[in-house]
């Protein structure tokens, strides 16, 4: 995720480090949630592709992650996952409701956190080299809320960020004026040095909280394109050698952060629990 601190990052290697991995299947993980009114209007994407292969698909229809394709970071990460955020990462903030996950922030006082939330990996499980992904997802809202759909290079533990790329498929920061505009963002090591590349698509009416938004990539050997809802709006050519972790293997992230260097911290007009609801996630390849 996201806009990473680098100076914080290059004492930290270890992104992962200062927190757990919790299996998903385990039962004494407790997912209950109160039942919240989820959209009914939005985009849908096609099922389908020319020239593509749907090759793998999770559409969140039970009552927990399936843990052959993810698991739950927990804890505070280092400097707040990098990025000074706020909140506490726990498996007990993930819900499903009618065939959606849900990824709740809550304002609770926890470990020496003031705020709670989930953050969803699918390292060591599902990990992917180019094609076409979809996201369909409903944003929080508020000052402060940070969501994020990304991904990770599958070399990063033992290459480090930057060096292991990182692609944002979505990103959005919540405060006013702020909600309707999606962020689409890569991160690399460019001969050493931290590089990032990014561009970002406002909808011209209402925010990405109010319905049910896509959020997509097409990847290839050449190039990454971002997409809302099907338009693409940024663009970058990884055919430089100085991009070729781009050219490699990532895997999935999905989290709700709560303050940090970006959209800094929640004010009084923020208000708690907020969700990430997401419908689901889709993985395209040519054929």
């Known amino acids: 995720m996201k806009t990473l601190n680098y100076l914080l990052f290059s004492a930290c290697l270890l992104f992962f480090s200062g927190c757990g991995t919790e299996d998903p299947s385990n039962p004494g993980t407790d997912n209950t949630q109160t039942e919240i009114a989820i959209p009914?209007?939005?985009?849908?994407?096609?099922?389908?592709y020319d020239g593509m292969t749907l090759v793998w698909e999770d559409d969140f229809d039970g009552n927990s992650l399936d843990p052959a394709n993810w698991s739950h970071e927990s804890g505070t990460g280092q400097n707040g996952w990098g990025n000074n955020e706020l909140q506490y990462y726990r498996s007990q903030n993930t819900s499903f409701q009618d065939g959606h996950l849900i990824i709740t922030a809550k304002e609770e006082s926890?470990?020496?956190?003031?705020?709670?939330?989930?953050?969803?990996i699918s390292m060591g499980k599902q990990q992917f080299r180019y094609g076409r992904i979809d996201f369909r997802a409903v944003m929080p809202r508020g000052q402060g809320l940070w969501p994020a759909l990304w991904m990770l290079g599958s070399n990063f533990e033992t290459e480090g960020w930057p060096a292991c790329g990182e692609i944002d498929i979505m990103e959005m920061i919540g405060g006013s004026g702020r909600e309707n505009t999606v962020h689409g963002t890569v991160h690399w090591s460019n001969d050493g040095s931290y590089a990032q590349f990014g561009g970002e698509k406002s909808l011209s009416n209402g925010t990405l909280a109010d319905q049910f938004h896509v959020f997509s990539i097409e990847w290839d050997a050449t190039k990454i394109r971002w997409f809302i809802d099907n338009e693409v709006y940024h663009e970058i050519d990884i055919t430089p050698a100085q991009l070729d972790e781009f050219r490699r293997s990532f895997f999935f992230i999905m989290n709700v952060a709560v303050g940090g260097n970006w959209p800094g911290s929640p004010n009084a007009n923020t208000t708690f629990p907020q969700h990430m609801i997401v419908d689901y996630v889709r993985v395209f390849q040519a054929q």
């Open 40 to 48: 009914t209007t939005g985009y849908t994407s096609p099922e389908s």
């Open 110 to 120: 926890f470990n020496g956190s003031d705020y709670t939330s989930s953050r969803i």
